[in-house]
């Protein structure tokens, strides 16, 4: 897969398709006119060529005030520049050959003062990211309430969707390791295309004698860069190919509850809140399942985090934080004991005394970045601390300079359940929790 580390290259690409919008460039507006799939469909072709002009100015400027974390691959948090950025690795693959995952991201700059001309996006971008939004779908206990054997093994893999050596090293460690569940937290780079979400279930890790990911324990939940595309091929092409019938599901045993959630259909939100009704039904299935095994514990998975111990993923994370606590308040004070999540890409143990239930950030799952280096959290202007941590993942691939990546392993046998760090290189993080 090829990597950008720097924004420079999209910003341009995305220009030279605004200039050609602006410029009423003919091929570009016979493209645009011709379109009938887009939401842009039927309408007048002047009006077609302003809100994709409104739309690229927009992402133009938000990917500009961007930040670049130094020795980290860029990922643009704006949908349409997500999608850019799958078009031009799409259009450019001769630009992935030579590149190796033991080379800090900042040395993988194809096309940045390189000699390379970049084979361009051209209108196609625009024209994915105003296709329609897929439906949410609602799950039945038939098919999405699923037993999970009182022993058992759960691999659980976060941002992993890069196609890369470190999500081949983690998925072959997972089946080294005989997990009997796979589970991924979201996020299939760029934009959760329908190649990119190909290639996510030909990399799957978990497979049955068909070749085929093993239904009923392969899951996949849904990320940030998966709506990129606004979800249209992680509801169709990836859950269909994994067998699962929503984004949401339970797995439960006499003892546990693994808890899938979607926090990205809408945004760091389980229940869609006044912004969309659709997920509503995954809000009353949580707390349903919650309420109906009041003994059992429950593990939610998500993408998107509920906590943070940096400044803006914290205050990002304000709208799930204000949802657990509903749902701690309409079921009961324990009903969250865990909660395993990614979208940052980092590996970060919180420190439960600070917190209403263990708080795992496992999202350092394939991209190439610079080993973490926090020793506190970040304060606001008003000194007020983000959340408290235990420990970081400051490992690295061997003496070179990349941050390792890392999976959760957690087997269960009864009552109990213990949990490990695994790094791509065999080696642990941490230390094996018994709870």
Known sequence: ????????????????????????????????????????????????????????????????????????????????????????????????????????????????????????????????????????????????????????????????????????????????????????????????????????????????????????????????HEMYSLGRYYFTTVLDGLGQEASYFTLSNDWWQIQGLDTAYVPFSISGGTEDASTRPQWDWLLDSIKSNPTKKNIFLSHNQPVSAHLAEFEASYPLDQEYRQILQATRGDAIFAWFFGHEHRCTIYDDTKTLFKARLIGNGAIPHHPQAEVAPEKDETKTSCTPFVA???????DGPLAISTFALLTFNGADCSVEYINEDGSTFYQTEHW
């Open 392 to 398: 970081v993942n400051k490992n690295t691939i061997g």
């Open 1 to 224: 897969m090829f990597f950008f580390s720097k924004k420079d290259p999209i910003v341009t690409d995305m220009q030279a398709t605004l200039h050609k919008l602006e410029s009423k460039d003919a091929a570009t507006l016979r493209s645009l006119d011709a379109d009938t799939e887009s939401t842009l469909a039927g309408l007048p072709l002047e009006q077609k060529r302003q809100k994709a002009i409104a739309e690229l100015q927009k992402a133009i400027k938000f990917t500009k005030n961007e930040d670049e974390p130094d020795g980290h691959t860029f990922h643009s948090r704006d949908p349409l520049t997500g999608i850019t950025q799958t078009h031009l690795a799409k259009n450019n693959p001769s630009l992935s050959q030579d590149i190796q995952d033991n080379v800090l991201p900042e040395l993988q700059a194809f096309g940045q003062g390189n000699p390379v001309v970049w084979i361009p996006t051209g209108i196609d971008g625009i024209l994915e990211h105003f296709k329609p939004k897929a439906k949410f779908k609602v799950a039945t206990a038939a098919a999405s309430h699923m037993r999970l054997p009182n022993t058992c093994k759960v691999a659980l893999l976060a941002d992993w969707g890069a196609d890369n050596d470190h999500s081949k090293r983690l998925g072959d460690l997972a089946i080294a390791e005989d997990a009997d569940f796979v589970i991924h937290l979201g996020d299939i780079y760029y934009s959760g295309s329908h190649a990119e979400s190909e290639t996510f279930l030909r990399n799957w890790p978990l497979r049955g004698a068909d070749e085929k990911p093993l239904g009923g324990k392969s899951f996949a939940l849904n990320g940030n």
